[in-house]
């Protein structure tokens, strides 16, 4: 079945690295609606500013210092301002339905508690009227200035709708995030058919992907075949859409290189060494399962890797954080069940300064604004986070109860991370949490086509197959 990249909104699709260029910039606006009348006055005006797939791959060619990409997401309650019919579309999407408020609260295994509980999050995640999201990236700081022009625009004379929050990003110099990793490497690879958009990570041809990881479309966009084989979705609101996650995360830097420099002088490794064990590949880049015993910035960029080949963990240990996130084919996954159907697509760009090498906290902010694309919250971007990150997986054989993920993972200075060597395993003991979160919240983004209807809709009608 032929993609209609035409009606995808492009940041389900092109990646921030797409043609060879970064996205280095992102805003995003979060949104509240008075009312029904006025979320649709708003949306008639800004529908077709929306950036599809197609006039994405138009800009990426470009070079327009304030060209833009322009993205929509809608909560729960602010689809239903539109008089959607949501039960009846999105009935099997209970987590999208409830929200990340109430799932984070209800589902213990998300990790959000303590420091990163709900109740602690920002104040606008927890607005009940928090309504959409426009997405903005730019690959010069010109182009989210002339976004932020036209969004401020269209609020200017409408009627109800209100902007609660404005959160901007910018991408590091190395394209590393805070912690000083080289982020965006490691993405599904995406089965398009006979028309794989040129020169995208995604292609289905690109040249450093493994053969037996691909993945069908229909895990991202709606209306197409998935993993597991459920019957693609007719509903044309559900058509050519997706899910968002988004979360704010907090990097506390100063945290893990006192963390990493007290482990290195108690077991006598090096740092850089110890750094590389815990995400699972060296800050370069380069994979452990390629690079195992020093860095090669030519490796960087590889995500042809599994972990079949290392059954013991001496290359890549079992809980490092990349093959915590996506077990590939290794023996030691958590579940039996195809990794596949738990893939994501993650946009993550820092925002804050960067903290100087050598410097202690400075307290300021700083992490990533986090953008999860995935065709069901409950089966990826929840399993992943439940399952993966903040399961009990250090080793097959030693292992507690308190062991999470040692990068990103809800730890509360109780768990470890096991490292294995042939001649005897080295513990990182009493982990404390070095990310917190300091927001959430779930989006749907419909199609550029239900858009426009969404934007036409009137009091008493309802959208997409309820019609």
Not at 67 to 73: A, I
Not at 99 to 112: F, H, I, M, P, T
Not at 128 to 155: C, F, K
Not at 292 to 319: C, E, H, I, M, V
Request: aromatic share 10%; hydrophobic share 40%.
């Amino acid at each position: 079945m032929a993609i209609d990249f035409g009606d995808i909104q492009s940041n389900v699709l092109r990646g921030w690295g797409a043609y060879g260029e970064t996205l280095r910039h992102v805003a995003y606006a979060f949104l509240s609606f008075g009312d029904g009348s006025g979320a649709r006055a708003w949306l008639a005006k800004t529908a077709s500013v929306v950036t599809s797939c197609d006039a994405f791959d138009a800009l990426a060619r470009g070079d327009a210092k304030d060209r833009f990409v322009w993205n929509l997401g809608l909560t729960n309650a602010g689809l239903a301002l539109f008089r959607v019919d949501v039960p009846a579309s999105f009935k099997c999407y209970p987590a999208y339905v409830n929200g990340a408020v109430s799932r984070s609260k209800n589902y213990a295994l998300l990790g959000d508690d303590g420091a990163s509980a709900p109740e602690r999050w920002h104040p606008y995640f927890r607005d009940p009227e928090l309504h959409a999201v426009v997405s903005i990236s730019g690959w010069e700081p010109e182009g989210i200035t002339r976004a932020l022009g036209v969004l401020a625009d269209s609020l200017r004379n409408a009627r109800g709708v209100s902007q609660l929050a404005l959160e901007h990003g910018n991408a590091l110099r190395g394209d590393v995030e805070h912690f000083g990793f080289k982020d965006g490497i490691s993405q599904p690879r995406i089965e398009f058919g006979p028309q794989p958009p040129p020169a995208n990570e995604f292609c289905v041809n690109a040249p450093t992907q493994a053969t037996w990881d691909g993945v069908p479309p229909g895990e991202f966009v709606l209306g197409y075949d998935d993993v597991l084989r459920h019957t693609p979705t007719k509903d044309e609101l559900l058509v050519n859409g997706s899910f968002l996650v988004f979360r704010k995360l907090h990097e506390d830097v100063a945290a893990f290189r006192t963390f990493l420099a007290a482990l290195a002088e108690r077991t006598g490794e090096l740092e850089e060494w110890l750094a590389a064990k815990f995400v699972g590949r060296w800050r370069s880049g380069a994979p452990l399962a390629l690079a195992w015993n020093s860095d090669n910035a030519d490796l960087a960029d590889r995500n042809d890797f599994g972990y079949a080949d290392d059954p013991d963990g001496f290359k890549t240990p079992f809980g490092a954080h990349i093959r915590r996130a996506n077990p590939r084919d290794s023996a030691n996954s958590p579940t039996q069940v195809q990794t596949s159907a738990h893939r994501i697509i993650r946009r993550a760009t820092p925002y804050g300064d960067a903290l100087p090498a050598g410097a202690t906290d400075d307290g300021k902010e700083r992490g990533v604004l986090f953008a999860v694309i995935n065709g069901d919250i409950d089966r990826q971007f929840e399993f992943v986070q439940a399952n993966w990150i903040n399961s009990p997986i250090s080793s097959n054989t030693l292992t507690s109860e308190a062991d999470r993920d040692p990068l990103i993972g809800a730890n509360d200075g109780t768990g470890k991370l096991m490292i294995p060597r042939p001649d005897g395993p080295l513990f990182a003991w009493d982990l404390p949490r070095f990310v917190t979160v300091r927001g959430s919240a779930y989006f749907f983004l419909p199609g550029l086509r239900a858009l426009t209807s969404l934007a036409g809709a009137h009091s008493g009608a309802k959208a997409g197959a309820s019609e």
